[in-house]
């Protein structure tokens, strides 16, 4: 277990929902770092796989770009990760992925109460059936909601997106 001061949550959820607010390319909006002996050694944001329309999940992103320094490391996200609702048919679910990276505590913000097919808290559950520390870190939350998930919970806006796809 990797454990933070309340001042360091802070700061790389912060810096979650900053990454999040200026590059992801769907809703919801996630940003997610990873973070190795008190510094940021990898980021991620919902965005696509390179050169396809197919989606990459900020968890996944980020846990890419840290590479093998992901093990043992905490992972912060501004959303519960993913469980059996994979980011698309190639990929896997977040909280395996993140289990499979060896990552050793999962900081997040938000659950996830606006995915289809998904009961908030089951990502907890999953990452915690893989041994892996979780903390949900509550304090931006209202920032988070507003500026990263404003469009889901208004149904007028959800209907819009759906009919898009
Ligand atoms: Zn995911």
Same mark, same amino acid.
């Given at each position: 277990m990797i454990t933070f001061t309340d001042e360091e949550m802070h700061y790389f959820m912060g810096e979650c929902a900053y990454i999040a607010m200026q590059n992801a390319q769907y809703w919801p909006k996630v940003g997610a770092v990873v973070v190795k002996k008190g510094s940021v050694v990898g980021r991620g944001y919902s965005g696509h796989i390179d050169g396809t329309r197919l989606p990459l999940h900020a968890e996944r992103m980020a846990l890419d770009d840290a590479g093998r320094q992901a093990k043992g490391a905490a992972l912060f996200t501004t959303l519960e990760p993913c469980t059996k609702i994979s980011?698309?048919?190639?990929? /896997?679910?977040?909280?395996?992925?993140?289990?499979?990276? @060896? *990552?050793?505590? #999962?900081?997040?913000?938000? %659950?996830?109460?606006?995915?289809?097919?998904?009961?908030? /808290?089951?990502?907890?559950?999953?990452?915690?059936?893989? @041994? *892996?520390?979780? #903390?949900?870190?509550?304090? %931006?939350?209202?920032?988070?909601?507003?500026?990263?998930?404003?469009?889901?919970?208004?149904?007028?806006?959800?209907?819009?997106?759906?009919?898009?796809?």
């Open positions: 980011q698309n048919q190639l990929l /896997g679910s977040c909280c395996d992925y993140i289990a499979e990276q @060896g *990552i050793d505590t #999962v900081v997040f913000g938000m %659950l996830d109460e606006h995915s289809h097919g998904f009961c908030p /808290g089951e990502g907890i559950a999953k990452l915690q059936s893989h @041994g *892996i520390y979780v #903390v949900q870190y509550a304090k %931006l939350n209202t920032l988070m909601e507003e500026k990263l998930s404003k469009p889901l919970t208004d149904r007028t806006v959800v209907r819009k997106w759906v009919n898009r796809r």
